[in-house]
Protein backbone atom coordinates (compact mmCIF):
# COMPACT_ATOMS: atom_id res chain seq x y z
CA UNK A 1 0.00 0.00 0.00
CA UNK A 2 1.57 3.28 -1.16
CA UNK A 3 0.88 6.61 1.49
CA UNK A 4 -1.24 9.33 0.66
CA UNK A 5 0.94 12.46 -0.23
CA UNK A 6 -1.96 14.70 0.15
CA UNK A 7 -3.55 17.38 2.02
CA UNK A 8 -5.14 15.18 4.65
CA UNK A 9 -4.04 14.94 7.94
CA UNK A 10 -5.56 11.30 9.16
CA UNK A 11 -4.89 8.13 7.38
CA UNK A 12 -8.25 6.41 6.01
CA UNK A 13 -8.57 3.10 7.15
CA UNK A 14 -8.03 1.08 3.40
CA UNK A 15 -6.90 -1.95 4.25
CA UNK A 16 -9.63 -4.07 2.87
CA UNK A 17 -12.28 -1.07 1.37
CA UNK A 18 -15.69 -2.25 -0.17
CA UNK A 19 -17.19 -0.91 -3.22
CA UNK A 20 -20.94 -0.85 -3.50
CA UNK A 21 -21.63 -0.04 -7.08
CA UNK A 22 -19.61 -0.90 -10.12
CA UNK A 23 -21.10 1.70 -11.91
CA UNK A 24 -18.89 4.06 -13.99
CA UNK A 25 -17.22 5.99 -10.72
CA UNK A 26 -17.23 2.52 -8.45
CA UNK A 27 -15.24 1.03 -11.80
CA UNK A 28 -12.53 4.54 -11.53
CA UNK A 29 -12.59 3.86 -7.43
CA UNK A 30 -11.47 -0.12 -7.83
CA UNK A 31 -8.76 1.17 -10.61
CA UNK A 32 -7.33 3.78 -8.53
CA UNK A 33 -6.74 1.43 -5.59
CA UNK A 34 -5.14 -1.36 -7.40
CA UNK A 35 -3.39 0.79 -8.57
CA UNK A 36 -2.36 2.11 -5.27
CA UNK A 37 -1.37 -1.47 -4.25
CA UNK A 38 -4.85 -1.89 -2.63
CA UNK A 39 -7.32 -4.57 -3.69
CA UNK A 40 -11.06 -3.67 -2.92
CA UNK A 41 -14.09 -5.77 -2.16
CA UNK A 42 -16.67 -4.70 -4.55
CA UNK A 43 -20.43 -5.39 -4.61
CA UNK A 44 -23.12 -4.36 -7.04
CA UNK A 45 -26.91 -4.80 -6.75
CA UNK A 46 -26.79 -5.77 -10.90
CA UNK A 47 -26.02 -9.25 -12.48
CA UNK A 48 -24.28 -7.88 -15.52
CA UNK A 49 -21.94 -9.83 -17.49
CA UNK A 50 -19.66 -6.67 -18.96
CA UNK A 51 -19.07 -5.60 -15.45
CA UNK A 52 -17.61 -8.74 -14.42
CA UNK A 53 -15.48 -8.40 -17.38
CA UNK A 54 -14.10 -5.41 -15.96
CA UNK A 55 -13.52 -6.56 -12.75
CA UNK A 56 -11.46 -8.73 -14.15
CA UNK A 57 -9.59 -6.39 -16.13
CA UNK A 58 -9.10 -4.23 -13.32
CA UNK A 59 -8.36 -7.18 -10.79
CA UNK A 60 -10.53 -7.30 -8.35
CA UNK A 61 -13.40 -9.71 -7.45
CA UNK A 62 -17.05 -8.29 -8.06
CA UNK A 63 -19.74 -10.06 -6.12
CA UNK A 64 -23.01 -9.53 -8.16
CA UNK A 65 -26.30 -9.49 -6.69
CA UNK A 66 -26.30 -10.37 -3.09
CA UNK A 67 -28.28 -11.46 -0.88
CA UNK A 68 -28.73 -9.76 2.16
CA UNK A 69 -26.72 -11.83 4.11
CA UNK A 70 -24.37 -11.80 2.04
CA UNK A 71 -24.34 -7.88 1.70
CA UNK A 72 -23.95 -7.56 5.64
CA UNK A 73 -20.95 -10.40 5.88
CA UNK A 74 -19.15 -7.96 3.05
CA UNK A 75 -19.43 -4.97 4.62
CA UNK A 76 -18.87 -6.17 8.08
CA UNK A 77 -15.36 -7.70 7.23
CA UNK A 78 -14.39 -4.40 5.27
CA UNK A 79 -12.00 -1.38 6.63
CA UNK A 80 -14.21 1.14 5.23
CA UNK A 81 -17.42 1.42 2.79
CA UNK A 82 -16.75 3.09 -0.39
CA UNK A 83 -20.69 3.89 -2.10
CA UNK A 84 -20.56 5.48 -5.52
CA UNK A 85 -22.85 8.15 -6.45
CA UNK A 86 -26.38 7.68 -6.65
CA UNK A 87 -26.22 4.43 -4.45
CA UNK A 88 -29.32 5.55 -2.18
CA UNK A 89 -29.17 5.63 1.63
CA UNK A 90 -31.62 2.74 2.15
CA UNK A 91 -29.44 0.53 0.63
CA UNK A 92 -28.77 -2.10 3.49
CA UNK A 93 -24.94 -1.92 3.17
CA UNK A 94 -25.10 1.51 5.30
CA UNK A 95 -27.38 0.02 7.91
CA UNK A 96 -24.83 -2.51 8.43
CA UNK A 97 -21.44 0.21 8.18
CA UNK A 98 -23.07 1.93 10.94
CA UNK A 99 -23.95 -0.96 13.33
CA UNK A 100 -20.35 -1.83 12.63
CA UNK A 101 -18.85 0.92 13.05
CA UNK A 102 -17.59 0.63 9.55
CA UNK A 103 -16.13 4.16 8.40
CA UNK A 104 -17.96 5.44 4.83
CA UNK A 105 -15.97 7.18 2.54
CA UNK A 106 -15.98 8.71 -1.10
CA UNK A 107 -13.41 9.31 -4.06
CA UNK A 108 -13.03 13.05 -3.06
CA UNK A 109 -11.58 11.45 0.65
CA UNK A 110 -8.97 9.41 -1.71
CA UNK A 111 -8.19 12.13 -4.05
CA UNK A 112 -7.68 14.67 -0.86
CA UNK A 113 -5.42 12.04 0.66
CA UNK A 114 -2.96 11.48 -2.66
CA UNK A 115 -2.94 14.66 -4.22
CA UNK A 116 -2.82 18.23 -3.13
CA UNK A 117 -3.13 20.07 -5.78
CA UNK A 118 -5.77 23.11 -5.26
CA UNK A 119 -9.24 22.01 -6.10
CA UNK A 120 -12.07 24.67 -7.17
CA UNK A 121 -15.75 22.91 -6.08
CA UNK A 122 -19.47 23.66 -7.37
CA UNK A 123 -22.38 22.47 -5.63
CA UNK A 124 -26.18 22.97 -6.04
CA UNK A 125 -29.69 21.90 -7.40
CA UNK A 126 -29.30 23.30 -10.69
CA UNK A 127 -26.54 25.23 -12.83
CA UNK A 128 -23.59 23.34 -11.37
CA UNK A 129 -22.73 21.37 -14.26
CA UNK A 130 -22.95 24.78 -16.59
CA UNK A 131 -20.62 26.40 -14.22
CA UNK A 132 -18.26 23.73 -13.42
CA UNK A 133 -17.86 23.76 -17.35
CA UNK A 134 -17.53 27.43 -18.09
CA UNK A 135 -15.40 27.54 -15.03
CA UNK A 136 -12.97 24.80 -16.11
CA UNK A 137 -13.27 26.78 -19.26
CA UNK A 138 -12.25 30.51 -17.97
CA UNK A 139 -9.18 29.18 -15.85
CA UNK A 140 -7.61 27.38 -19.57
CA UNK A 141 -8.06 30.45 -21.19
CA UNK A 142 -6.76 32.17 -18.38
CA UNK A 143 -3.25 29.69 -18.81
CA UNK A 144 -4.39 27.65 -15.79
CA UNK A 145 -4.56 24.11 -17.23
CA UNK A 146 -7.84 22.78 -15.51
CA UNK A 147 -9.98 19.63 -15.53
CA UNK A 148 -13.64 19.17 -15.10
CA UNK A 149 -14.08 16.16 -12.69
CA UNK A 150 -16.29 14.84 -10.37
CA UNK A 151 -20.08 14.27 -11.32
CA UNK A 152 -19.42 14.96 -14.64
CA UNK A 153 -17.52 12.39 -17.47
CA UNK A 154 -14.46 11.78 -15.51
CA UNK A 155 -14.93 10.82 -12.27
CA UNK A 156 -12.15 12.82 -9.56
CA UNK A 157 -9.75 9.69 -9.30
CA UNK A 158 -9.62 9.30 -12.55
CA UNK A 159 -7.70 12.15 -13.28
CA UNK A 160 -5.43 12.18 -10.49
CA UNK A 161 -3.41 10.51 -12.43
CA UNK A 162 -2.53 13.63 -15.36
CA UNK A 163 0.33 15.80 -13.83
CA UNK A 164 -0.08 18.25 -16.31
CA UNK A 165 -3.56 19.54 -14.54
CA UNK A 166 -3.11 22.59 -12.19
CA UNK A 167 -6.50 22.92 -10.38
CA UNK A 168 -9.32 20.36 -10.45
CA UNK A 169 -12.99 22.00 -11.09
CA UNK A 170 -15.05 19.65 -9.06
CA UNK A 171 -18.93 19.36 -9.76
CA UNK A 172 -20.30 18.31 -6.22
CA UNK A 173 -22.79 16.04 -6.18
CA UNK A 174 -24.84 15.75 -2.69
CA UNK A 175 -24.28 12.01 -3.09
CA UNK A 176 -20.58 12.43 -2.88
CA UNK A 177 -20.22 15.45 -0.88
CA UNK A 178 -23.04 13.43 1.57
CA UNK A 179 -20.06 10.62 2.46
CA UNK A 180 -17.06 12.76 2.97
CA UNK A 181 -15.21 12.51 6.00
CA UNK A 182 -13.29 16.29 5.28
CA UNK A 183 -13.50 17.69 1.81
CA UNK A 184 -11.76 20.52 1.73
CA UNK A 185 -11.95 22.89 -1.22
CA UNK A 186 -9.59 26.27 -2.07
CA UNK A 187 -12.95 27.38 -3.97
CA UNK A 188 -16.46 26.07 -2.44
CA UNK A 189 -19.54 27.97 -4.34
CA UNK A 190 -23.20 26.42 -3.93
CA UNK A 191 -25.31 27.58 -6.15
CA UNK A 192 -28.66 27.21 -4.92
CA UNK A 193 -31.05 24.90 -3.66
CA UNK A 194 -34.65 22.83 -3.67
CA UNK A 195 -36.15 20.01 -3.22
CA UNK A 196 -34.23 16.72 -4.98
CA UNK A 197 -33.08 13.46 -4.81
CA UNK A 198 -35.77 12.54 -2.12
CA UNK A 199 -35.60 8.82 -3.72
CA UNK A 200 -32.29 8.31 -2.85
CA UNK A 201 -31.31 10.83 0.25
CA UNK A 202 -32.99 9.50 3.61
CA UNK A 203 -34.83 13.22 4.08
CA UNK A 204 -34.68 16.35 2.83
CA UNK A 205 -32.54 17.48 5.68
CA UNK A 206 -30.07 14.84 4.73
CA UNK A 207 -30.03 15.89 1.40
CA UNK A 208 -29.62 20.11 2.80
CA UNK A 209 -26.90 18.79 5.18
CA UNK A 210 -25.01 16.92 2.42
CA UNK A 211 -25.12 20.04 -0.08
CA UNK A 212 -24.18 22.26 2.89
CA UNK A 213 -20.87 20.09 4.01
CA UNK A 214 -19.24 21.59 1.16
CA UNK A 215 -18.44 24.31 3.31
CA UNK A 216 -17.84 22.35 6.20
CA UNK A 217 -14.09 22.15 6.49
CA UNK A 218 -12.81 25.08 4.40
CA UNK A 219 -9.36 26.18 5.55
CA UNK A 220 -8.85 29.96 6.52
CA UNK A 221 -7.25 30.83 2.84
CA UNK A 222 -10.01 28.93 1.31
CA UNK A 223 -13.32 31.29 -0.36
CA UNK A 224 -16.81 30.45 -0.03
CA UNK A 225 -19.23 31.78 -3.09
CA UNK A 226 -22.99 31.81 -2.12
CA UNK A 227 -25.84 32.64 -3.61
CA UNK A 228 -27.34 35.42 -1.90
CA UNK A 229 -30.69 35.61 -3.31
CA UNK A 230 -31.50 31.79 -1.72
CA UNK A 231 -32.43 31.73 2.22
CA UNK A 232 -31.41 28.44 2.22
CA UNK A 233 -28.37 28.82 1.05
CA UNK A 234 -27.36 31.92 2.93
CA UNK A 235 -28.03 30.04 6.03
CA UNK A 236 -25.63 28.20 6.15
CA UNK A 237 -23.15 30.90 5.71
CA UNK A 238 -21.47 31.35 9.33
CA UNK A 239 -20.31 27.57 8.72
CA UNK A 240 -17.87 30.12 5.93
CA UNK A 241 -17.19 32.83 8.29
CA UNK A 242 -16.98 30.69 11.21
CA UNK A 243 -14.09 28.94 10.04
CA UNK A 244 -11.87 31.95 8.47
CA UNK A 245 -12.98 31.76 5.15
CA UNK A 246 -13.94 34.77 2.99
CA UNK A 247 -17.13 34.51 1.64
CA UNK A 248 -17.88 36.63 -1.45
CA UNK A 249 -22.29 36.49 -2.92
CA UNK A 250 -23.95 36.91 -5.93
CA UNK A 251 -27.06 38.21 -6.48
CA UNK A 252 -29.58 39.02 -9.19
CA UNK A 253 -32.55 39.86 -6.98
CA UNK A 254 -32.32 43.61 -7.18
CA UNK A 255 -31.44 44.74 -3.46
CA UNK A 256 -29.00 46.84 -2.41
CA UNK A 257 -25.83 45.11 -2.30
CA UNK A 258 -22.13 47.10 -1.92
CA UNK A 259 -19.57 46.25 -4.59
CA UNK A 260 -18.04 43.68 -3.08
CA UNK A 261 -21.07 41.69 -4.16
CA UNK A 262 -21.54 40.15 -7.82
CA UNK A 263 -24.53 41.58 -9.01
CA UNK A 264 -26.69 42.65 -11.80
CA UNK A 265 -26.21 46.35 -12.41
CA UNK A 266 -29.32 47.89 -13.90
CA UNK A 267 -29.91 51.06 -15.96
CA UNK A 268 -30.31 51.52 -19.53
CA UNK A 269 -27.40 49.11 -20.46
CA UNK A 270 -27.43 46.28 -17.44
CA UNK A 271 -24.52 44.49 -16.74
CA UNK A 272 -22.94 42.09 -14.57
CA UNK A 273 -20.80 43.68 -11.90
CA UNK A 274 -18.36 42.70 -9.59
CA UNK A 275 -15.22 43.19 -7.53
CA UNK A 276 -11.88 43.48 -9.13
CA UNK A 277 -13.01 45.58 -11.65
CA UNK A 278 -15.02 43.30 -13.72
CA UNK A 279 -18.16 44.49 -15.81
CA UNK A 280 -20.10 42.47 -18.86
CA UNK A 281 -22.64 44.04 -20.52
CA UNK A 282 -26.10 41.52 -20.53
CA UNK A 283 -26.37 42.73 -24.30
CA UNK A 284 -23.30 40.61 -25.03
CA UNK A 285 -24.34 37.53 -23.68
CA UNK A 286 -25.97 35.21 -25.85
CA UNK A 287 -28.32 33.77 -22.85
CA UNK A 288 -29.98 36.63 -20.98
CA UNK A 289 -32.38 34.56 -18.82
CA UNK A 290 -32.25 35.00 -15.14
CA UNK A 291 -30.98 31.53 -14.20
CA UNK A 292 -27.99 32.61 -16.77
CA UNK A 293 -26.95 35.67 -15.35
CA UNK A 294 -27.17 33.97 -11.78
CA UNK A 295 -24.50 31.22 -13.31
CA UNK A 296 -22.56 34.06 -15.21
CA UNK A 297 -22.01 35.55 -11.79
CA UNK A 298 -20.99 32.59 -10.47
CA UNK A 299 -18.94 31.64 -12.78
CA UNK A 300 -17.04 35.14 -12.73
CA UNK A 301 -16.47 34.84 -9.01
CA UNK A 302 -15.94 31.36 -8.45
CA UNK A 303 -12.96 31.73 -11.82
CA UNK A 304 -11.36 34.66 -10.86
CA UNK A 305 -11.25 33.27 -6.82
CA UNK A 306 -9.47 30.65 -8.61
CA UNK A 307 -7.42 32.31 -10.66
CA UNK A 308 -8.51 32.99 -13.82
CA UNK A 309 -7.56 36.57 -15.91
CA UNK A 310 -10.96 38.68 -16.05
CA UNK A 311 -10.20 39.07 -19.95
CA UNK A 312 -10.73 35.44 -20.41
CA UNK A 313 -13.56 35.27 -17.86
CA UNK A 314 -15.47 37.81 -19.74
CA UNK A 315 -14.31 36.05 -23.25
CA UNK A 316 -15.70 32.69 -21.68
CA UNK A 317 -19.09 34.00 -21.00
CA UNK A 318 -19.80 35.67 -23.84
CA UNK A 319 -18.45 32.96 -26.57
CA UNK A 320 -21.16 30.36 -24.50
CA UNK A 321 -24.37 29.50 -26.72
CA UNK A 322 -25.86 26.94 -23.84
CA UNK A 323 -25.45 23.42 -23.47
CA UNK A 324 -27.27 20.31 -24.70
CA UNK A 325 -30.74 19.74 -23.08
CA UNK A 326 -30.44 22.69 -21.14
CA UNK A 327 -33.23 25.07 -22.78
CA UNK A 328 -31.63 24.08 -25.70
CA UNK A 329 -33.44 25.75 -29.00
CA UNK A 330 -33.91 22.93 -31.22
CA UNK A 331 -36.01 25.08 -34.00
CA UNK A 332 -38.20 27.46 -34.79
CA UNK A 333 -41.40 27.36 -37.40
CA UNK A 334 -44.78 29.33 -37.50
CA UNK A 335 -43.49 31.80 -35.14
CA UNK A 336 -43.25 28.77 -32.69
CA UNK A 337 -40.07 28.11 -30.67
CA UNK A 338 -39.16 24.56 -29.63
CA UNK A 339 -36.76 24.22 -26.77
CA UNK A 340 -34.86 21.14 -25.37
CA UNK A 341 -34.64 21.54 -21.50
CA UNK A 342 -34.71 17.64 -20.65
CA UNK A 343 -31.83 18.45 -17.90
CA UNK A 344 -34.55 19.51 -15.64
CA UNK A 345 -35.55 16.60 -13.48
CA UNK A 346 -37.09 18.48 -10.47
CA UNK A 347 -39.92 21.02 -10.28
CA UNK A 348 -36.77 24.21 -9.11
CA UNK A 349 -35.38 23.61 -12.51
CA UNK A 350 -38.57 24.03 -14.83
CA UNK A 351 -39.79 26.42 -13.09
CA UNK A 352 -36.46 28.90 -13.65
CA UNK A 353 -36.71 27.53 -17.32
CA UNK A 354 -40.32 28.96 -17.90
CA UNK A 355 -39.41 32.32 -16.09
CA UNK A 356 -37.33 33.15 -19.18
CA UNK A 357 -40.36 33.23 -21.54
CA UNK A 358 -43.60 35.22 -22.11
CA UNK A 359 -45.90 32.25 -23.33
CA UNK A 360 -45.18 28.28 -22.87
CA UNK A 361 -47.17 25.35 -24.04
CA UNK A 362 -44.67 23.02 -21.29
CA UNK A 363 -43.94 19.05 -21.82
CA UNK A 364 -43.50 18.01 -18.70
CA UNK A 365 -43.22 14.05 -16.72
CA UNK A 366 -41.45 10.76 -16.67
CA UNK A 367 -40.06 9.94 -13.43
CA UNK A 368 -41.09 11.33 -10.14
CA UNK A 369 -38.27 11.16 -7.76
CA UNK A 370 -40.37 11.44 -4.69
CA UNK A 371 -40.83 15.14 -5.04
CA UNK A 372 -43.93 17.50 -5.20
CA UNK A 373 -44.91 18.32 -8.50
CA UNK A 374 -47.25 21.25 -6.35
CA UNK A 375 -44.90 23.83 -7.04
CA UNK A 376 -45.47 23.65 -11.22
CA UNK A 377 -49.02 25.72 -10.43
CA UNK A 378 -46.69 28.57 -10.04
CA UNK A 379 -45.51 28.74 -13.49
CA UNK A 380 -48.95 29.83 -15.12
CA UNK A 381 -48.70 32.05 -15.96
CA UNK A 382 -46.11 32.15 -18.33
CA UNK A 383 -47.43 28.68 -19.20
CA UNK A 384 -50.85 28.82 -20.95
CA UNK A 385 -50.98 24.96 -22.00
CA UNK A 386 -49.46 21.76 -21.09
CA UNK A 387 -48.59 18.00 -22.16
CA UNK A 388 -47.85 15.86 -19.19
CA UNK A 389 -46.26 12.64 -20.40
CA UNK A 390 -44.97 9.79 -18.93
CA UNK A 391 -45.36 7.91 -15.33
CA UNK A 392 -45.68 10.95 -13.53
CA UNK A 393 -48.23 12.94 -16.24
CA UNK A 394 -51.31 11.41 -14.13
CA UNK A 395 -49.50 14.49 -11.30
CA UNK A 396 -48.92 16.58 -13.96
CA UNK A 397 -52.61 16.65 -15.02
CA UNK A 398 -53.15 16.61 -11.60
CA UNK A 399 -51.16 19.58 -10.98
CA UNK A 400 -52.29 22.07 -13.42
CA UNK A 401 -56.09 20.75 -13.69
CA UNK A 402 -58.47 23.78 -14.28
CA UNK A 403 -56.03 26.28 -14.67
CA UNK A 404 -54.84 25.83 -18.09
CA UNK A 405 -55.33 23.22 -21.18
CA UNK A 406 -53.73 19.91 -20.19
CA UNK A 407 -53.41 16.97 -22.47
CA UNK A 408 -51.74 13.45 -21.57
CA UNK A 409 -49.52 11.86 -23.97
CA UNK A 410 -47.94 7.74 -23.66
CA UNK A 411 -44.92 8.61 -26.43
CA UNK A 412 -43.00 11.46 -27.16
CA UNK A 413 -44.37 11.56 -30.36
CA UNK A 414 -47.57 11.96 -29.38
CA UNK A 415 -46.40 14.89 -26.90
CA UNK A 416 -44.55 16.77 -29.90
CA UNK A 417 -48.21 16.08 -31.89
CA UNK A 418 -49.96 17.41 -28.60
CA UNK A 419 -47.62 20.16 -28.35
CA UNK A 420 -48.15 21.39 -31.89
CA UNK A 421 -51.39 21.42 -31.92
CA UNK A 422 -51.85 23.27 -28.65
CA UNK A 423 -49.22 25.83 -29.67
CA UNK A 424 -49.63 29.09 -31.49
CA UNK A 425 -47.57 31.72 -33.16
CA UNK A 426 -45.67 33.57 -30.34
CA UNK A 427 -45.35 31.07 -28.28
CA UNK A 428 -42.39 28.80 -26.78
CA UNK A 429 -42.96 24.97 -26.48
CA UNK A 430 -40.64 23.62 -23.46
CA UNK A 431 -40.22 19.96 -23.18
CA UNK A 432 -38.82 20.35 -18.95
CA UNK A 433 -39.74 17.30 -17.57
CA UNK A 434 -39.64 18.07 -13.80
CA UNK A 435 -38.68 14.66 -13.80
CA UNK A 436 -36.31 12.06 -14.55
CA UNK A 437 -36.41 10.19 -18.03
CA UNK A 438 -36.04 6.14 -16.18
CA UNK A 439 -39.83 5.81 -17.50
CA UNK A 440 -38.81 5.64 -20.94
CA UNK A 441 -35.12 6.35 -21.17
CA UNK A 442 -32.12 5.41 -20.06
CA UNK A 443 -31.26 9.16 -19.63
CA UNK A 444 -31.95 12.49 -19.37
CA UNK A 445 -29.71 12.91 -22.64
CA UNK A 446 -31.07 9.85 -24.49
CA UNK A 447 -34.57 11.62 -23.71
CA UNK A 448 -33.22 14.93 -25.27
CA UNK A 449 -32.11 13.94 -28.41
CA UNK A 450 -35.13 11.85 -29.01
CA UNK A 451 -37.24 15.13 -28.59
CA UNK A 452 -34.72 17.00 -30.98
CA UNK A 453 -35.08 14.22 -33.69
CA UNK A 454 -38.81 14.18 -33.36
CA UNK A 455 -39.20 17.81 -33.79
CA UNK A 456 -36.81 18.16 -36.43
CA UNK A 457 -38.84 15.60 -38.43
CA UNK A 458 -42.76 15.93 -37.48
CA UNK A 459 -42.29 19.66 -37.53
CA UNK A 460 -39.62 21.50 -38.48
CA UNK A 461 -39.04 19.36 -41.94
CA UNK A 462 -42.39 18.43 -42.10
Known amino acids: MSTPAGNTADELPLSDPLIVGFGVTGQAIAA ?122 VPFVAALGDSDIEVFVVEASSFRLGHSRRFAPDVAAWLNFAPDHLDAHSSLDAYLEAKASIWSHLSETATAVANADDP ?106 WFNDSKATVPHATLAAVGGFESVVLIAGGKNKGLDLGSLRSAVPPVRAVVAAGHA ?14 KEASTMTEAVELARSMAESGDVVLLSPSCTSFDWYPNYGARGDDFRRIVQLEVLER
Do not use: C, Y
Open 32 to 153: FLVDHGITPSVMDDRHDEALAARADEIGVTLVQSPQADETAGLVAQASALLPSPGVPDHHPAFATAATSNIPVLSEFDLAAAWDARPIVAITGTNGKTSVTMLVTEALNRSGIKAEAVGNTD
Open 232 to 337: EVMRFADRVTAGGAALETFSIGGADHDDSTWRVRGGSNPALVGPHGFELSVARLQRRQPHDLANGLAVAAVAMAAGAKVDAVVDTLTDFAGMAHRVELVGERDGVR
Open 393 to 406: GPEIVEVFAGLVPV
